[in-house]
C-alpha cells in the first residue's frame, strides 16, 4: 500500500511558478510510474504529465509541454512538478498517483492516489 500526499498548491499570478510535491510512504514507490492529473470544477480529471520509475522517461500533455517539468528524488520518495509560466487555464485541483504496471496517461491505470492540492492562477 502506498500513500501519497501532495504539497504546494496555493494562490499565483499568471506568468507566475509554482512547485508541487508529492511525498509518497509505504511500498516500493521507486517501482512506480508516477503521474501528475488535475481537475477543474465541472470537467473531468485530466493527465498533466507522468515520469517512469528510473526517471529517465517523461511524458506530458500538450497544454503544458514546454512550461511544467516532473521530476522524481528517490532517496526522498518524492516527485515533483515544477510550473512555469503558469496561466489561468491551469487552475485546477492537482493530484499525483501511483502505477504499478505501465507508463500511461489514464487515470484508470493509476493504482494510488493521494488527495490533492489546489493551484488558482489569478490574471
Known amino acids: 500500500q502506498v500513500q501519497l500526499v501532495e504539497s504546494g498548491g496555493g494562490l499565483v499570478q499568471a506568468g507566475g511558478s509554482l512547485r508541487l510535491s508529492c511525498a509518497a510512504s509505504?511500498?516500493?514507490?521507486?517501482?512506480?510510474?508516477v503521474g501528475w492529473f488535475r481537475q477543474a470544477p465541472e470537467k473531468e480529471r485530466e493527465f498533466v504529465a507522468a515520469?517512469?520509475?528510473?526517471?529517465?522517461?517523461?511524458r506530458y500533455a500538450d497544454s503544458v509541454k514546454g512550461r511544467f517539468t516532473i521530476s522524481r528524488d528517490h532517496a526522498k520518495n518524492t516527485v515533483y512538478l515544477q510550473m512555469n509560466s503558469l496561466k489561468r487555464e491551469d487552475t485546477a485541483f492537482y493530484y499525483c498517483?501511483?502505477?504499478?504496471?505501465?507508463?500511461?496517461?489514464?487515470?484508470?491505470?493509476?493504482?494510488?492516489w493521494g488527495q490533492g492540492t489546489q493551484v488558482t492562477v489569478s490574471s
Open positions: 498517483a501511483a502505477d504499478r504496471d505501465g507508463f500511461r496517461e489514464y487515470a484508470r491505470e493509476y493504482d494510488y
Open positions: 515520469i517512469s520509475t528510473s526517471g529517465r522517461f517523461t
Open positions: 509505504g511500498g516500493t514507490f521507486s517501482s512506480f510510474t
